[in-house]
């Protein structure tokens, strides 16, 4: 039992607490350190407290030390964990031959931070470990003169490797795929091909299938491991291998790739060029991770944040400037819904009940269209529902809005009504909401579809549009009847 | 290339055009036997018209062999994109024993949908082939006494699996865990491994490691097929193994599985129990299915939506219904608002200017403040903060909030002097935006973290407190100033 005991330490328990406590130590040590300094300075920079300064070295290896037991993604987890002093503290405590591996499970935003704030000879250092679509993934943020730098200090092939992934655009299969992989001729017997692997000596990460391919290095089909192992060793491969394999080409966009693992429940799948010829391959894991940050970044972009919010700790400064569009668009539309209300002051003026009850017509309508948005981009993302049937769709959603706003109208002229004890009043609001639900619904379907087809984003475009319509016309609708019959 | 040609069936753009053909066939033939019926029902049901029955019975036999070369993921999407007419129509001609299959891989909604049409003795026929962890995927959703019937038609061993699986609570990894594993033993030579892999025939899918265990069945390691077929076949498996395995217990939840699989990259791991044993293994696809499903629900859940409504083609009015409760709790926060602007009644009628400005300074905060709740639901998803840190991420957000509020109050408040020329009015909106958006962020940090902390959903509620209090609080700050300042 002690040795599976030990095995434990992986376990995310155990391994929560350890990297609080680094995390709660690194903090501690950057902000001693920052004392230090202040103290120093007050009572003067020639001062140097020998004593203290071998407590912080100590301090030192000692966190170094419990660095290097974990795993580069913790350690990851524990640079976004931290404040700006802490981070670097961190860093600098990071081995330089493990820093490549940590960079690339750090989010896109603490990468580029901590890539941004590194020498551009370090950063080939740090680089010169990895595959080379490691390096193109962790170099493509650089400045351009910046990378042609990093790139020139790598060897000739790592270059022109990088160089070739760089090429593809960021959301392909291309820039995702892994280049090292085994290929096998399908004429090969399987004693030969076991022969091969030992040579090799190890085999690639989620190498669960070695690819089959023709004399022209063209895609034949794919050898299952459990195949070699199982087989007879005077078998051809081609013999031994399936025939129908999932492929990808370069160009093939990730969401679609991602659409094709869940489904075929893939480890790994051959990527080929325009010519079938077998350029590299595409993992799980690439696969997952793309999968979990598209989630996560849907999330920030619905409300107008980027990526680069993800960063808890980037200066304050640039945080609140990045949220300067979002705001100015909201005062914007905001704007506007509010000199529709400024066109009926004479109808407020008359009946100021007018003022308090028009934001309701105008919330509902929101809401009601936001959940309209959010069945759409879901079918939108899975490609469930095909251009015909968006119609009926639209048809639905126009159903579901009438016989709710209908129900919900009456229930809120009936509220207004018993509070105001004003019949026309009532239907007025009534009405308006019935209206405003009907228009929420025709907008929340079309905008997605429509600004998906136009090539812009409808998971932050859609609610922008919705909110400043249902607003808008929520208040036209309700102060336009107000006007006609109770002024 | 003609081979290689016939391979690309499978490739997601062709497959599209199939799937589409499949979707457009099928509708158009629910569409005509629904006329047919009609004009039966019209002339007299007695008149039956053979020619017609034959053309039908034709059609039908086409598509039936058109998906039986589908896989069934595939056929899946089909049924989702399908009106319920036709969805019966074509689940109708998939084959009984592809039935189960095909009903893994629909969207919970539809599998309910489509599980609940079939008598019970059905449901035990198109469950029977599956594995013990897939019956009890399928049976959950079913009444408790559906369930029992359906189980008692399989046989003892199919349903003891089943009921162990059935005991693990929904979200746990035993309820997600693949029964079919193979386990070695750490003082086999590699050779006897062999020998015993061959006797098997075939592996479970998602085999890439097999899994190494004592004499009481407890975890010791694991061991990559890879060291099986390029290590020495007289070693021990205790020397080719790996010995630091990431495992999980029975009751460890999904979510954090997926974030050991992302971060580890991991294609499967062991599962045990409180005694170390191992009883299953938890692999990748599981994993992604997960993390999708999570992905996707979060976008609906955020506006009061849940999966049921995932169907785009269930019936109107139980559509309708389900909406019910957000609308409700949407105009019972609405209605708050409109109180608080209620009782400020007459400083609107002194001011008519302030209905139409109020509106602004309630969605700028609303709007703001989701900003933060966003941040706030993503770091407790990744826990990305520690306890001490979330008042650190408070102050941050707040500062953002008067940064940012400071300035676009200016910028209001200029605008707003430059309409109405009224300088204590433009101070009063100034000032409003900036206390709102510190509102805003308050509550945008707080509530997520509380509902969390008090076991409710963070998704779906945080936004509606959020918008209730902005709402609220944007009218009572800015119409309160006004009250003090303009009367």
């Keep these: 039992m002690d040795e599976a005991q030990a095995t434990r330490t992986h376990h995310h328990r155990h391994l929560e607490h350890a990297r ?30 020998v004593v203290a300064q071998l407590v912080e070295r100590q301090h030192h290896a000692a966190l170094q030390q419990r660095l290097a037991h974990f795993h580069p993604a913790d350690i990851a987890f524990v640079l976004e964990a931290l404040e700006v002093d802490a981070r670097a503290l961190a860093w600098s405590l990071v081995r330089p031959e493990r820093r490549g591996a940590v960079l690339l499970e750090t989010t896109a935003a603490v990468r580029r931070a901590l890539v941004q704030s590194m020498p551009v000879s370090e950063i080939a250092d740090v680089v ?147 010519h079938d010829q077998v350029v590299g391959r595409i993992t799980v894991d690439a696969v997952v991770d793309d999968i979990r940050e598209r989630a996560q970044t849907e999330g920030l972009r619905k409300v107008g944040l980027s990526e680069a919010d993800e960063d808890l700790f980037a200066p304050l400064q640039q945080a609140a400037r ?27 003026a008359a009946v100021v009940a007018l003022a308090a009850l028009m934001p309701i017509v105008a919330s509902i309508g929101g809401n009601s269209g936001n959940q309209s948005v959010a069945l759409v981009i879901r079918a939108l993302a899975l490609k469930a529902v095909s251009a015909a049937q968006w119609r009926r769709l639209l048809l639905r959603e126009l159903g579901i809005a009438l016989t709710n706003g209908a129900l919900w109208g009456l229930a809120l002229g009936a509220a207004t009504w018993m509070l105001y004890r004003n019949a026309a009043l009532a239907g007025v609001i009534a009405v308006a909401l019935l209206l405003n639900l009907t228009v929420a619904a025709a907008v929340g379907v079309c905008a997605p579809v429509l600004l998906q087809r136009f090539g812009r984003d409808p998971v932050m475009g859609s609610s922008i549009i919705l909110t400043a319509t249902t607003d808008s016309m929520g208040f036209f609708i309700f102060l336009g009847l107000a006007g006609i019959f109770l002024a």
């Design 128 to 274: 010169r470990p990895l595959d080379p679509e490691d390096i193109a993934d962790l170099v493509q943020d650089l400045p351009e003169e910046d990378r042609r730098q990093v790139l020139a200090q790598l060897d000739q092939t790592d270059q022109a490797e990088v160089r070739s992934v760089l090429s593809f655009p960021p959301d392909s299969v291309g820039a995702a795929m892994d280049l090292d992989f085994v290929q096998v001729r399908e004429d090969a017997s399987l004693e030969a091909v076991l022969r091969l692997l030992r040579r090799r000596r190890e085999l690639p990460a989620h190498t669960n299938e070695l690819i089959v391919v023709d004399r022209g290095n063209r895609l034949r089909g794919f050898l299952p491991l459990a195949k070699l192992l199982l087989g007879d060793p005077d078998d051809q491969v081609a013999q031994a291998m399936s025939r129908d394999p999932v492929f990808f080409y370069t160009d093939d966009r990730m969401p679609e790739a991602a659409n094709a693992f869940e489904k075929y429940d893939l480890v790994s799948a051959p990527v080929v060029n325009l």
């Design 20 to 49: 609080a406590q680094v995390i709660e130590l690194l903090s501690r040590q950057a902000v001693e350190r920052e004392l230090v300094h202040r103290s120093e300075a007050v009572i003067g920079a020639a001062r140097q407290d």
């Design 322 to 348: 990045r949220r300067w569009p979002w705001l100015a668009i909201n005062l914007a539309t905001a704007f506007l819904a509010s000199r529709v209300i400024d066109a009926f002051e004479g109808v407020i």
